[in-house]
């Protein structure tokens, strides 16, 4: 099983390229922290789970990180290629933007649990912050994650492959062709020929 990363900030695209994937059969890992995030608002109500976020970050990306990690456990190991909206280190970095530490046993996971590529999402110049999911970063918060994130999937021991804001059928064919590039021995053969 080889594990592919979209990373970076809110609103770069990484939930439409997972999206891609899974439409054409592949294995994939949804944004664990969106479904954490659903889980405090149908409990507090939009409005509570604002308040008790601003008042207790520390906690918040602690239900983060465990959530992601139920997540990749829960990801097909039978699937030559999974797809993840997301890894732990890109919540490391949403620590870091909120000023709170977290306990060094996600630490330990991050550097035991490994990504294969880490594909690093440039933040969209149509921003949609979508608040009715819950979330409440801006697009200068974007923008600082991203960057976050980029260092410390580094300090991590990765190189993260960028794709810029281009159109998904790009994207995907980066993608597709790093893949071919570190991985030879094992095509990933989509159903649907990318246009031009």
């Given amino acids: 099983m080889r594990k592919i990363v979209f990373a970076g900030g809110t609103h770069c695209g990484k939930t439409t390229l997972v999206e891609y994937f899974a439409k054409e059969g592949q294995a994939t890992v949804s944004e664990s922290g969106i479904h954490a995030i659903s889980k405090f608002v149908d409990v507090m109500g939009w409005g509570g789970y604002r308040s008790w976020r601003l008042a207790h970050q520390e906690e918040f990306v602690e239900k983060m990180l465990e959530e992601q990690i139920r997540f990749e456990a829960k990801a097909s190991q039978d699937a030559p290629y999974v797809f993840y909206d997301?890894?732990?280190?890109?919540?490391?970095?949403?620590?870091?933007?909120?000023?709170?530490?977290?306990?060094?046993?996600?630490?330990?996971?991050?550097?035991?649990?490994?990504?294969?590529?880490?594909?690093?999402?440039?933040?969209?110049?149509?921003?949609?912050?979508?608040?009715?999911?819950?979330?409440?970063?801006?697009?200068?918060?974007?923008?600082?994650?991203?960057?976050?994130?980029?260092?410390?999937?580094?300090?991590?021991?990765?190189?993260?492959?960028?794709?810029?804001?281009?159109?998904?059928?790009?994207?995907?064919?980066i993608i597709l062709k790093t893949i071919e590039e570190f991985f030879p021995a094992e095509p990933l053969r989509l159903s649907v020929p990318l246009p031009g």
Avoid: N, W
């Fill in 86 to 173: 997301r890894g732990i280190i890109d919540y490391f970095a949403m620590a870091d933007h909120l000023s709170v530490s977290f306990h060094s046993k996600f630490d330990a996971y991050a550097r035991e649990y490994r990504y294969d590529l880490v594909f690093l999402c440039e933040p969209l110049a149509h921003f949609d912050q979508r608040e009715q999911s819950g979330r409440m970063f801006t697009r200068e918060d974007s923008k600082k994650l991203t960057i976050r994130a980029e260092s410390l999937y580094r300090e991590f021991g990765y190189v993260p492959i960028r794709l810029p804001d281009i159109p998904v059928p790009a994207r995907v064919a």
